[in-house]
């Protein structure tokens, strides 16, 4: 979220671009390609959101749209992409996020489907509401799969991002309670440029020719000391 929908609109055309960047980077690799994918998500969701500013809240298809990315969509994408992505030994434990995000997307799902989300524009920021019962269950679940899942993935990358996340979701609430202004959308384009370094790190890199003007290695010539290892006689 950002504090206006101009804000909102460059913000995600950005985060957009640096996913390309990611999934470029990430295509040598077919299990990394979901997480290298989460920026073009975040692109998508700010860009979704510009389209409330404009429409002053309300109840239309982009505050549902929003809703559907921001709540079930991601707490299933980040636990499978994570757990795509994470080594073998990690794998066995990052199946209890994966769990809660499961039931938590599915939890979502239903309240979307059976009821009406509502966006509120509130000074510099946009209030959601959905009418959620247990809430509090809801979010523990959406925080274990998302935030979770990233500090179990046994990547170090990784953990370095869930870390951010953290600290770029509280200092964003708090903001955002006081009707401030929203910064989710900077933490969101941090977020996605070390998404980005990750896949360039895990990136295969391919043995390099010899560079121009360097010749290949020569064969050395055949010395007396070598036949007589070999257990011949020089003719």
Not at 56 to 85: I, K, N, R, S
Not at 97 to 122: C, D, H, N, S
Not at 140 to 152: D, E, R
């Amino acid at each position: 979220m950002c504090w206006s929908a101009t804000a909102d609109l460059v913000a995600g055309t950005g985060i957009a671009a640096v996913g390309v960047v990611s999934v470029a980077l990430a295509a040598r690799r077919p299990r990394d390609l979901p997480l290298a994918a989460l920026p073009l998500l975040l692109g998508a969701h700010q860009i979704i959101e510009a389209a409330v500013w404009r429409n002053d809240g309300g109840t239309g298809p982009a505050t549902t749209a929003w809703a559907v990315l921001a709540l079930p969509l991601l707490a299933l994408w980040v636990p499978a992409a994570v757990l795509c992505a994470a080594p073998p030994g990690a794998r066995r434990r990052l199946l209890v996020p994966l769990a809660a995000g499961i039931a938590t997307a599915a939890a979502l799902a239903y309240a979307l489907a059976t009821r009406t989300v509502t966006a509120e524009i509130r000074g510099h920021t946009v209030g959601y509401s959905l009418g959620l019962s247990h809430a509090g269950l809801i979010v523990g679940g959406y925080l274990l799969a998302t935030i979770g899942s990233l500090f179990l993935s046994g990547d170090r990358g990784l953990v370095l991002f869930g870390a951010l996340i953290a600290f770029g979701a509280a200092v964003s609430v708090v903001l955002w309670r006081q009707e401030y202004i929203s910064t989710w959308c900077a933490f969101a384009a941090v977020c996605s440029v070390l998404l980005a370094l990750w896949a360039a790190r895990r990136r295969p890199h391919a043995a390099r020719p010899p560079g121009r003007g360097q010749a290949p290695p020569r064969a050395r010539a055949p010395r007396p000391g070598d036949v007589k290892r070999l257990g011949r006689k020089p003719l």
